[in-house]
């Protein structure tokens, strides 16, 4: 039996071959393997991250238990209601057979991060106008990003 010896050039071949190859394959996925990936895989990672913020009382939670924020819970109601719907409106998406794109998925990931964020600290630890800053910020956010969805 003869051994094979690997050049420098032969082993370019073979990388140049080898990453034809995987490419070949990745192309060769079907879009509704995609489809079901991002429906399945995003949509878990999506409910994940919110249910985190949810089992710490949600936004509306992280300004009740301040005394300096109290009075401004009802944004924080409106805000953990309205990441809430962005995610139905994922699920509605793939329900409907359509595939919502990575980009998508990202953005209400970034909007559900940002709002993770806000735990970082103790609400009554930190200037009022500064959280009340970040969480109207937040707010207008997943207002224009509803916005862009389909009812």
């Known amino acids: 039996m003869t051994k094979i010896q690997f050049t420098p050039k032969k082993w370019k071949l073979f990388s140049v071959f080898m990453t034809f ?8 996925q079907t879009p509704n393997s995609f489809a079901a990936d991002i429906c399945k895989e995003g949509l878990k990672e999506l409910n994940g991250s919110q249910g985190v913020i949810q089992a710490k009382g949600g936004i509306w939670g992280y300004l009740e238990k301040s ?4 009075d401004k819970s009802l944004l924080g109601l409106q805000i953990d209601g309205k990441l ?6 994922f699920e509605s998406l793939c329900e409907e057979g359509k595939t919502p794109t990575p980009k998508l998925h990202g953005l209400i990931l970034g909007l559900i991060g940002d709002a993770r964020m806000v735990f970082n600290k103790d609400a009554d630890r930190q200037p009022k106008a500064k959280i009340l800053e970040k969480l109207n910020n937040l707010n207008k956010n997943v207002d ?5 969805l389909p009812s």
């Open 21 to 28: 190859i995987a490419l070949s394959f990745f192309l060769i």
């Open 67 to 70: 005394s300096g924020l109290k």
């Open 84 to 89: 809430q719907r962005l995610i139905v409106a």
């Open 144 to 148: 224009e990003l509803l916005a862009q």
